[in-house]
């Protein structure tokens, strides 16, 4: 077997191909887990970041943290399948139909082999993954996907709205039903922590992640918890009043978490006010607080997530604004405010909270 030596511009042309042009980008870093992924399977959160890193380390200095929140986003948009223990596994192939010949894809399969097996005008690459097809291809796209083992989705399908309860009484009372159906003795969870369990106040001013106090006394009604974990991540759970340390309970997911903040917050009258900014053909919100990872998949569809400094902020074509407000409410139950065109300028009641 002869050995094929290639010069550095060599592998940074080959590189661009699969990567583009900026190898530091979300866009980049993206494309290279998707590839460690698809390749692999199944792999740790860890092992995925690390690999990447090697893919690009020739061509760019990459901040390891950077990488590991573009997985997170991966997992978050449905390009990746998060599980327990840190691991991630490759996911399905779903085309999301957002309009005549505009779609959105998601899974693990690389862009390079989208642009190869389907049928596309146009293929867009990123964390999220847009592409164009002409009026007389669309039935041959919905063919290839399926020889692809995919599926052809509508948004609120694909983001799972019809399997999963809104923010709302129904969710809290499926935790409580959990919690005597489903419980782990007091202490269960203790192994491993690093820090004391805080009990989420939704009554406590401030953004939802300033909400989270440690119980000087123990509460006497249901609460969510969480505490950190010695390798960094968090474990939460929900109780019947007292501390997982100390009660019976029932351990929740981040994402379980995520939507027990919004229903807690709801049933306290203080849900989240959304921050929102018309411009002449987007509207962006800006969201305080990580969103459950159902409306979180439907809103990136739609539109998609602003790579910025500080709270999370997302950007939603004018066209279907009314139709992600209404659904944003009804399942999270937050409020609007309208900022203007400045960041500086006071916010004034816009919508109101359902």
Not at 153 to 182: C, I, K, M, N, T
């Amino acid at each position: 077997m002869a050995v094929v030596s290639s010069d550095n511009q060599q592998l940074r042309d080959r590189a661009a191909a699969l990567f583009g042009l900026d190898f530091r980008s979300p866009a980049a870093l993206a494309e290279a887990l998707r590839c460690e992924l698809s390749a692999r399977g199944m792999a740790s959160g860890r092992s995925l970041c690390e690999r990447a890193e090697t893919l690009l380390q020739p061509l760019a200095a990459l901040d390891t943290a950077r990488v590991r929140e573009v997985l997170e986003q991966l997992a978050a948009s449905g390009d990746a399948t998060s599980g327990p223990g840190g691991m991630f596994a490759a996911a399905p192939l779903r085309v999301v139909r957002l309009g005549a010949g505009r779609y959105a894809l998601h899974g693990t399969l690389p862009t390079a082999r989208l642009r190869l097996s389907l049928p596309l005008k146009d293929l867009e690459g990123g964390v999220t993954r847009y592409a164009t097809v002409a009026a007389d291809q669309e039935t041959a796209l919905a063919d290839a996907i399926s020889r692809l083992g995919g599926l052809v989705l509508s948004p609120r399908r694909w983001a799972g709205l019809d399997r999963v309860p809104p923010a709302g009484p129904e969710w809290l009372e499926e935790l409580s039903h959990r919690l005597d159906q489903d419980r782990v003795p007091a202490g269960a969870l203790d192994d491993g922590l690093v820090t004391p369990w805080q009990a989420y106040r939704p009554d406590v001013g401030g953004p939802p992640g300033q909400r989270w106090r440690s119980a000087e006394a123990e509460d006497a009604h249901p609460g969510l918890w969480r505490a950190r974990h010695e390798y960094g991540w968090w474990r939460f759970s929900w109780t019947g009043g007292r501390s997982p340390g100390s009660a019976p309970h029932t351990r929740l997911t981040r994402d379980e978490a995520r939507r027990t903040q919004f229903a807690l917050d709801r049933q306290a009258g203080s849900s989240l006010a959304v921050v929102v900014r018309k411009g002449q053909n987007d509207v962006e919100l800006e969201v305080d607080a990580f969103l459950p990872r159902a409306e979180y998949r439907y809103l990136t569809t739609l539109g998609r997530r602003v790579e910025a400094d500080g709270p999370p902020r997302y950007l939603v074509p004018i066209g279907t604004w009314e139709e992600a407000a209404a659904t944003l409410q009804e399942r999270l139950g937050v409020g609007c405010s309208e900022g203007g065109h400045s960041r500086e300028k006071d916010a004034r009641d816009f919508g109101g909270s359902v």
